[in-house]
């Protein structure tokens, strides 16, 4: 594999229903900024170093496979999101009407919530735990 260009932004591809209101998701409750659109086919938010593309069924990545197969959104591979109070943001977020995939969970590294975008792609917010 060659050296990437530009190694500081981490790209995910995330497939999605409606980019609009994918968009409107992470710009509203989780805190991206809109880059760039190009509806109804694709767009991308970023968030610090992240860069989301959302990308729709007009897009290239949403045609059906040589196989015949179609990419959908979904599954439980996630972008993981670290938050400060978790307890706050997952109020705020019911507040909202977002849907969330599980109750807070909590382990030895924190404590988790996954949630889900318009699509049904999960998004997971993770508060660490203190160290001591």
């Known amino acids: 594999m060659t050296s990437p260009i530009d190694d500081s932004t981490v790209s995910v591809r995330y497939l999605v ?3 609009a209101a994918a968009i409107d998701f992470y710009t509203v409750h989780l805190g991206f900024t809109s880059a760039s659109a190009f509806l109804p086919a ?3 938010v970023r968030r610090g170093n992240l860069r989301l593309l959302l990308s729709g069924p007009a897009s290239s990545a949403g045609r059906a496979l040589s196989d015949g197969r179609r990419p959908q959104p979904g ?3 996630r972008i993981h999101l670290i938050v400060a109070d978790i307890d706050a943001e997952v109020a705020r977020l019911r507040a909202a009407g977002v849907a ?3 109750d ?3 382990g030895p590294g924190g404590r988790q919530i996954v949630l889900d975008d318009p699509s049904g792609n999960p ?3 993770f508060e660490p735990a203190q160290v001591r």
């Open 42 to 44: 694709i767009a991308d």
């Open 75 to 77: 599954g439980w591979n």
């Open 17 to 19: 229903d409606d980019v």
């Open 123 to 125: 998004v997971e917010l």
């Open 104 to 106: 807070v969970v909590s």
């Open 100 to 102: 969330l995939r599980s």
